[in-house]
T-cell receptor, first 113, second 116 residues
Framework: DAGVTQSPTHLIKTRGQHVTLRCSPI?????VSWYQQVLGQGPQFIFQYYEKEERGRGNFPDRFSARQFPNYSSELNVNALLLGDSALYLC????????????FGPGTRLTVT | AQSVSQHNHHVILSEAASLELGCNYSYGGTVNLFWYVQYPGQHLQLLLKYFSGDPLVKGIKGFEAEFIKSKFSFNLRKPSVQWSDTAEYFC??????????????FGQGTTLQVKP
């Protein structure tokens, strides 16, 4: 079975630009969560989506937004990029929205210059 | 605020040595507890989890962890490490009753280096 997939794998953007990251969950998983991992730190929760609805939001500015599609894939959007947004963005899927184990994708490495 | 603390940032062991990585969390209610591992060049993988029941849980590759509720701890152990255990290890918590039911709260990670 395919695991969680994310695209693109690497991305370089300039300050002020916009970026869209994509995630496809494991087949049958209806919940997708997004995390930001800065070098040397653990992942930080950004969003959780379940059945196309936002079920949780971390302490991130409104420049960060996300959505989930009917096929349960998801997009994370970041507007007005800052240098500090440079990080590995991880997507995780789980069967439901309840506290279940989450399965992570390989991540998208975003570099903002 | 809810947080997870991992005591050791970088651990260096020789093969066959025993391993214990500390993890403490700050939340007074019921929690689900996890250890994730990230091998070099690979993505985060679930090592083991605790939801309820026996506080001593066994995971993959000979790892185990013990949940001690009174100490808010969930330490990871392995009796004899191998070179292939070289990786970064993350402790994570999901607090029950949180409005963010899918929110994994991670510790800062422990880098384990095993010398052959």
């Amino acid at each position: 079975d395919a695991g969680v997939t994310q695209s693109p794998t690497h991305l370089i953007k300039t300050r002020g630009q916009h970026v869209t990251l994509r995630c496809s969950p494991i087949s049958g998983h209806k919940s997708v969560s997004w995390y930001q991992q800065v070098l040397g730190q653990g992942p930080q929760f950004i969003f959780q989506y379940y059945e196309k609805e936002e079920r949780g939001r971390g302490n991130f500015p409104d420049r960060f937004s996300a959505r989930q599609f009917p096929n349960y894939s998801s997009e994370l959007n970041v507007n007005a990029l800052l240098l500090g947004d440079s990080a590995l963005y991880l997507c995780a899927s789980s069967l439901t929205a309840t506290p279940y184990e989450q399965y992570f994708g390989p991540g998208t490495r975003l570099t903002v210059t | 605020a809810q947080s997870v603390s991992q005591h050791n940032h970088h651990v260096i062991l020789s093969e066959a040595a025993s391993l214990e990585l500390g993890c403490n969390y700050s939340y007074g209610g019921t929690v689900n507890l996890f250890w994730y591992v990230q091998y070099p060049g690979q993505h985060l993988q679930l090592l083991l989890k605790y939801f309820s029941g026996d506080p001593l849980v066994k995971g993959i590759k000979g790892f185990e962890a013990e949940f001690i509720k009174s100490k808010f701890s969930f330490n990871l152990r392995k009796p004899s490490v191998q070179w292939s255990d070289t990786a970064e290890y993350f402790c994570a918590v999901i607090p029950y009753g949180s409005s963010n039911t899918g929110k994994l709260i991670f510790g800062q990670g422990t880098t384990l280096q095993v010398k052959p």
